[in-house]
């Protein structure tokens, strides 16, 4: 498709900047954090939910989708925007995280991957060409290519014949890609390995994609080492075109990432959280547990500067009983809570750069969280 990207902000103190980026269902300002909807729905909230918490984009899963309906089944249903009712802009992993969270149950090759599915054990062919034509029944307004994702702890020879085959599978994925109503975007891979991703960067991005993702990070190395490799990466990738870090993470790496020049995000931690209690409060810079006893008798929301549906109407204490009774509600209030944490974090942020006065923010943040994440680059 005709590239849609425009940077309009940019922090003169950080590589940070705020742009919007036009997808066939809607625009979507950056920085943006995208709830994901792995089998077509983010658990336990409906698109009201979504839109009424800042919701400008919601990400689907290739490896599940494809597996539960199907394809046939997408496609009669209007794909995912027609069986969700969700009329916004969507983004499509390709299942390129599954070649190495489903290891046990994967063989890779050349041509692709094949899994044993975690459902019934049936044969799923993933290879590069698969997943497009999977990704086109979806609909998504952004589509990925399948990648190959090895462990931050593996071998460099590992990753650097994960980063090839990566850029070998996104050439296919080109090739068979048709849909002009739909983005692809190329996904850098390189582990931790300074050199692998700027070498990555260089190679991979001279191919005509839409947008790019940053792979493998968050799977297992420290936080500052995900800092240094997306410091050596963002800033490398192209400047009029989206960038995108997959799979990642707190509330802290939102607002670093932006500072190290990503546009968007996305994670399950918000809603992972949420069902087990976890919430982020203060704007994202503290995260308790609301099934700790004392909240059991607090009748103030359980974080006063929210402005959240749940914050508006519900005391800490029915949080936590609903929760502690396994009421199915708790599930869907506190994640409509920490939803609203993320994406107001992200509104903060595009204010912050508008106003020219992020590198004070973020200042301020990394004082307020104790964090010391200043950039090397």
């Given at each position: ?10 922090c003169p103190e950080t590589h940070a ?309 396994k009421e199915l509600l708790a599930y ?46």
């Amino acid at each position: 498709m005709d590239l849609k990207f425009q940077v309009e902000h940019r922090c003169p103190e950080t590589h940070a900047r705020a742009g919007r980026y036009f997808a066939t269902h809607g625009m979507v300002e950056t920085p943006i954090f995208m709830p994901v909807g792995t089998v077509g729905s983010v658990k336990a909230v409906d698109p009201r939910d979504l839109e009424e918490a800042g919701a400008q984009i919601i990400l689907g899963n290739t490896y599940h989708l494809g597996i539960r309906p199907g394809i046939d089944t997408l496609i009669a249903l209007g794909g995912m925007h027609g069986m969700a009712d969700w009329h916004h802009p969507i983004l499509t992993d390709s299942g390129g995280f599954q070649v190495m969270s489903l290891a046990k149950i994967r063989k890779i090759d050349e041509r692709g991957v094949q899994f044993r599915n975690h459902i019934n054990g049936a044969l799923l062919d993933l290879t590069p060409e698969h997943s497009i034509e999977i990704q086109e029944a979806i609909g998504s307004d952004i589509c990925m290519v399948l990648d190959h994702l090895a462990p931050s702890t593996a071998p460099r020879a590992v990753h650097e014949a994960a980063m090839q085959r990566t850029t070998r599978w996104a050439l296919r994925c080109l090739a068979a890609h048709k849909r002009e109503d739909q983005a692809l975007f190329g996904i850098i891979q390189g582990g931790i390995d300074h050199e692998l991703r700027r070498w990555h960067v260089d190679e991979l991005c001279q191919h005509p994609f839409d947008g790019f993702g940053i792979g493998g990070l968050s799977v297992g190395e420290s936080i500052p080492e995900m800092y240094a490799a997306l410091e050596v990466t963002a800033p490398r990738m192209p400047e009029d075109r989206p960038r995108y870090l997959m799979g990642v993470g707190t509330p802290n790496d939102l607002v670093e990432g932006v500072a190290r020049g990503v546009d968007m995000f996305d994670c399950v931690m918000p809603t992972r959280n949420a069902r087990k209690g976890g919430l982020f409060v203060d704007g994202g810079r503290r995260h308790v547990n609301i099934r700790n006893a004392c909240y059991r008798d607090m009748r103030d929301p359980v974080d006063s500067t929210c402005d959240c549906y749940t914050c508006r109407h519900f005391s800490a204490g029915y949080l936590r009983h609903l929760l502690i009774a396994k009421e199915l509600l708790a599930y869907r209030l506190l994640s409509i809570h920490n939803l609203r944490v993320y994406l107001r974090l992200m509104e903060t942020i595009r204010a912050e750069l508008r106003a020219g006065t992020f590198a004070k923010f973020l200042e301020d943040w990394r004082r307020a969280t104790g964090s010391n994440s200043a950039l090397n680059a």
